[in-house]
């Protein structure tokens, strides 16, 4: 019996390239063989143009190809393998695209179980919400509430700054107010709430006495031995801001782990640049090397959340196995 599709919910009070990091996720699931529905409830359409684009642009550029290979099938010549892989990269990143539904919050409540039901074939269902969490009279907007229940797994995104920090005061508010609703009524809140930490590492100041203290090479005698010496200082840097970037994920652990647990991957926003949102591109369809470097930051991501989910699922059995026995 196939597993029903997992609930995957974006939720933040402010906007942190969500819809462009659910965009890439989506293209990373499609391009591991998963099927993923979004629901767009954000009111503006972006995310279900992006990939009606990025459908038209792959389109095209498979026909551009096929017309490639058989010229030079025609004229007797060798077919690059690189053309050749391209071809089938993209004829598996149609065949498997995302399929996008756009629902208001209100629509989405209303019609959560018709959709599931019609997408349980489907791998993943996920959910990107309007960025706020509080209506006009600051309080938590039911809807969202209901849909941090119904999910297997909520992401919420930050930005390592203070407001950003009084929203995550009022997210695990929620969660904490959700937990105490289920273990009321005599159940148990289920839900994998987790935390993605955005960071900039270019306005990150890497901490220069660190750095000029772990410098082995001291000999500036020579441009070869100058140069050698500059990319070591450059390599410490991003080391020593990744060290940075690991000490704000624990501090923020230590203030919010209990209700919204930090993935161990952040999204480095070097991984959105790449990104023409607006032509239908991700960093997936990228051959730059900075779409290679920010394809192997975020694929860290997407491994993360796959492993947050599969928590959810042990979870689920352990507790079907215990009522069942």
Same mark, same amino acid.
């Given at each position: 019996?196939?597993?029903?599709?997992?609930?995957?919910?974006?939720?933040?009070?402010?906007?942190?390239?969500?819809?462009?990091?659910?965009?890439?996720?989506?293209?990373?699931?499609?391009?591991?063989?998963?099927?993923?529905?979004?629901?767009?409830?954000?009111?503006?359409?972006?995310?279900?143009?992006?990939?009606?684009?990025?459908?038209?642009?792959?389109?095209?550029?498979?026909?551009?190809?096929?017309?490639?290979?058989?010229?030079?099938?025609?004229?007797?010549?060798?077919?690059?393998?690189?053309?050749?892989?391209? !071809?089938? @990269? #993209?004829?598996?990143? %149609?065949?498997?695209?995302?399929?996008?539904?756009? =629902? /208001? &919050?209100?629509?989405? $409540?209303?019609?959560?179980?018709?959709?599931?039901?019609?997408?349980?074939?489907?791998?993943?269902?996920?959910?990107?919400?309007?960025?706020?969490?509080?209506?006009?009279?600051?309080?938590?907007?039911?809807?969202?509430?209901?849909?941090?229940?119904?999910?297997?797994?909520?992401?919420?995104?930050?930005?390592?700054?203070?407001?950003?920090?009084?929203?995550?005061?009022?997210?695990?508010?929620?969660?904490?107010? !959700?937990? @105490? #609703?289920?273990?009321? %009524?005599?159940?148990?809140?289920?839900?994998?709430? =987790? /935390? &993605?930490?955005?960071? $900039?590492?270019?306005?990150?100041?890497?901490?220069?006495?660190?750095?000029?203290?772990?410098?082995?090479?001291?000999?500036?005698?020579?441009?070869?031995?100058?140069?050698?010496?500059?990319?070591?200082?450059?390599?410490?840097?991003?080391?020593?801001?990744?060290?940075?970037?690991?000490?704000?994920?624990?501090?923020?652990?230590?203030?919010?782990?209990?209700?919204?647990?930090?993935?161990?991957?952040?999204?480095?926003?070097?991984?959105?640049?790449?990104?023409?949102?607006?032509?239908?591109?991700?960093?997936?369809?990228?051959?730059?090397?900075?779409?290679?470097?920010?394809?192997?930051?975020?694929?860290?991501?997407?491994?993360?959340?796959?492993?947050?989910?599969?928590?959810?699922?042990?979870?689920?059995?352990?507790?079907?196995?215990?009522?069942?026995?």
């Amino acid at each position: 019996m196939n597993q029903p599709a997992k609930i995957l919910a974006l939720i933040s009070h402010k906007s942190i390239t969500k819809t462009t990091t659910i965009s890439n996720l989506s293209h990373s699931l499609a391009l591991q063989g998963y099927r993923t529905l979004i629901i767009d409830t954000d009111g503006v359409p972006a995310i279900q143009m992006h990939i009606e684009q990025n459908k038209e642009v792959t389109e095209k550029r498979i026909i551009k190809n096929k017309a490639k290979v058989e010229l030079l099938k025609n004229k007797g010549r060798a077919i690059n393998q690189s053309l050749l892989d391209q !071809l089938e @990269y #993209d004829e598996f990143a %149609l065949e498997n695209r995302p399929i996008v539904i756009a =629902r /208001s &919050l209100y629509e989405l $409540d209303a019609q959560f179980d018709v959709i599931k039901r019609d997408y349980a074939h489907f791998d993943f269902i996920i959910v990107d919400v309007p960025a706020k969490v509080l209506d006009s009279k600051n309080n938590p907007i039911k809807e969202i509430k209901r849909l941090i229940s119904f999910s297997d797994l909520v992401i919420t995104p930050y930005k390592g700054d203070t407001q950003n920090a009084v929203t995550a005061v009022t997210v695990s508010g929620i969660i904490e107010d !959700l937990k @105490y #609703d289920a273990v009321s %009524l005599g159940g148990k809140f289920t839900t994998k709430v =987790r /935390s &993605l930490l955005a960071f $900039d590492p270019a306005r990150i100041k890497a901490n220069s006495k660190e750095v000029s203290a772990n410098l082995t090479l001291t000999d500036t005698s020579t441009t070869a031995a100058r140069l050698a010496r500059n990319a070591e200082r450059k390599a410490l840097k991003e080391i020593d801001r990744k060290n940075q970037i690991d000490a704000d994920i624990r501090a923020f652990g230590d203030a919010f782990g209990e209700h919204q647990k930090p993935l161990e991957a952040p999204l480095i926003f070097r991984s959105i640049y790449p990104n023409q949102f607006n032509k239908g591109q991700t960093i997936y369809n990228a051959t730059t090397e900075s779409a290679k470097i920010a394809q192997a930051e975020f694929n860290l991501v997407v491994k993360a959340i796959l492993e947050a989910i599969d928590e959810t699922s042990l979870v689920a059995t352990a507790q079907n196995e215990s009522i069942t026995n």
